[in-house]
């Protein structure tokens, strides 16, 4: 069984940054794409970005340019730096092992005054 848990949420003003963690407890971890995924209220989870394993980026439309994801594969660990958050934003977001029924927790992201 794999655990993945997010840490890094809270409540942000738009404009501001944050950056979300997910640690992952796999002894394999580099081998494996990992993603970020959110839900707000009301809509369906969406991909945010994905990462290989050799480091290689996909990120949606909609947080291109604002959003930066990377691994640590020695720490077993994939981070989400997001900028210039806007309240759109606000979601729980998931860590996810690509290919694999596994999620973290999720982690609350409210982007408001």
């Known amino acids: 069984q794999v655990q993945l848990v997010e840490s890094g949420g809270g409540l942000v003003q738009p404009g501001r940054s944050l950056r979300l963690s997910c640690a992952a407890s796999l002894n394999i971890f580099s081998i494996f794409t990992m993603g970020w995924y959110r839900q707000a209220p009301g809509n369906e989870r969406e991909l945010v970005a994905t990462?290989?394993?050799?480091?290689?980026?996909n990120y949606a439309d909609s947080v291109k340019g604002r959003v930066t994801i990377s691994r640590d594969n020695a720490k077993t660990t994939v981070y989400l730096q997001m900028n210039s958050l806007k309240p759109e934003d606000t979601a729980v977001y998931y860590c996810?092992?690509?290919?694999?029924?596994?999620w973290g927790q999720g982690t609350q992201v409210n982007v408001s005054t």
């Open positions: 996810h092992q690509e290919r694999t029924p596994f």
């Open positions: 990462i290989t394993g050799g480091g290689s980026a």
